[in-house]
């Protein structure tokens, strides 16, 4: 028989309980938001430090830390192009106050100007609160076919003149007991392709390099996030070097259908202001990549075995 007051009761009791989940859940949410957006406006004023800041994602950095209040040091190669980029912050960005973004052209792959790069920047900065090792290129063609030259010239971009860069910066954040050290790495520093050998092992070193580095300067309050992304829709694919060291020149289907790089930027900011240590930003199918390298690499080293007789990019 309906027993209304039973059935009231029990409605009372679940009305109760949701409300001692609900409740907290809504302040913890509210506490946290307020906690984010207090992180946020510490940006304000602070020297970020963009490679690759002339196109794609490094370029979309700038944004983002820019429109924040922060001082941006754009980097790369092609001084036409990072013009361009400061021309857009200024003209998209209404930030009071106004911190001209620092145009200073260099390359990752001449290591051993990265110091002096760093003293100039520092001469007119004074500091730099967040390095964002970002510029880099990728590579399509099999190891065979791959010249060492190659090999060299992107594990000397991507590896070799981050880890100098980083090493140029941090005596002054050291002196100054405080800094953030951010490392643009790749699903593919957690998992190789074939037709990839020599971007999947720059983008592997680099994840090492980051945890060692990041035991050693936790005592100097130096934080360090690695950021491991899936396919972003840049100019990544089109400037890859191939095994001759040619350009690849093709936008591959897995980058044009990527992750828009304002979307990546602006998660990357919320891992700075939240002193994360790695963040993952991809689909489903490269995360269970990572995992199935993790946990069941025969299986794995299948599918990769399949992918590589394909040939795909
Ligand atoms: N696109 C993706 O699917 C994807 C996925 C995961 C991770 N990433 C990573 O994201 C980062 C940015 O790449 P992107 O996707 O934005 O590609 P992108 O549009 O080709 O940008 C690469 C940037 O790196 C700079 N660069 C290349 N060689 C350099 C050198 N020797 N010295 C200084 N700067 C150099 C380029 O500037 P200049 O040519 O002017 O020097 C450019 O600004 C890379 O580290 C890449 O590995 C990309």
Same mark, same amino acid.
């Given at each position: 028989m309906f027993d209304g007051k039973k059935l009231y009761q029990s409605l009372?009791?679940? %009305?109760? /309980?949701?409300?001692?989940?609900?409740?907290?859940?809504?302040?913890? #949410?509210?506490?946290? *938001?307020?906690?984010?957006?207090? +992180?946020? +406006? *510490?940006?304000? %004023? #602070?020297?970020?430090?963009?490679?690759? @800041?002339?196109?794609?994602?490094? $370029? @979309?950095? *700038?944004h983002e830390f820019y429109k924040q209040g922060c001082q941006v040091v /754009?980097?790369?190669?092609?001084?036409?192009?990072?013009?361009?980029?400061?021309? $857009? /912050? /200024?003209?998209?960005?209404?930030?009071?106050?106004?911190?001209?973004?620092i145009v200073h052209p260099l390359d990752l792959s001449d290591i051993n100007t990265l110091p002096s790069h760093v003293d100039k920047i520092l @001469?007119?900065?004074?500091?730099? =609160?967040?390095?964002?090792? +970002? &510029?880099?290129? !990728?590579?399509?063609? !099999?190891?065979?076919?791959?010249q060492p030259d190659v090999d060299i010239k992107i594990m000397l971009t991507n590896y070799f003149g981050s880890a100098a860069l980083t090493k140029a910066v941090l005596p002054s954040m050291i002196k100054n007991k405080s800094g953030h050290v951010v490392f643009i790495s790749s699903i593919q520093g957690l998992m190789a392709l074939p037709e990839r050998s020599a971007y999947s092992a720059s983008k592997h070193a680099m994840q090492a390099f980051s945890d060692s580095l990041r035991a050693e300067v936790a005592i100097h309050n130096i934080s360090?996030?690695?950021? !491991? @992304? &899936?396919?972003? #829709?840049?100019?990544? !694919?089109?400037?890859?070097?191939?095994?001759?060291? %040619? #350009?690849? &020149?093709?936008? =591959?289907?897995?980058?044009?259908? %990527?992750?828009?790089?304002?979307?990546?930027?602006t998660e990357v900011g919320r891992a700075v202001v939240q002193k994360k240590k790695e963040i993952l930003i991809s689909t489903l199918v490269p995360r269970i990549g990572v995992f199935l390298r993790k946990y069941l690499p025969s299986v794995y080293f299948y599918v990769m075995e399949k992918r590589a007789q394909k040939h795909s990019f």
């Open positions: 009372s009791l679940l %009305g109760s /309980l949701s409300l001692a989940f609900t409740i907290p859940w809504i302040v913890f #949410k509210v506490c946290r *938001a307020i906690h984010l957006k207090r +992180n946020y +406006n *510490a940006l304000l %004023g #602070k020297v970020v430090l963009i490679t690759g @800041a002339s196109s794609g994602l490094g $370029e @979309a950095l *700038a /754009l980097c790369a190669r092609r001084r036409q192009e990072l013009e361009r980029v400061r021309t $857009e /912050l /200024l003209q998209t960005h209404p930030t009071v106050p106004t911190i001209p973004p @001469a007119v900065t004074g500091k730099i =609160d967040i390095l964002i090792n +970002n &510029g880099g290129i !990728s590579h399509r063609g !099999s190891v065979l076919a791959t360090v996030t690695v950021v !491991s @992304a &899936g396919y972003i #829709k840049t100019e990544l !694919s089109r400037n890859a070097l191939t095994g001759s060291g %040619g #350009k690849h &020149g093709e936008m =591959d289907a897995a980058t044009e259908s %990527g992750y828009a790089p304002g979307y990546v930027a």
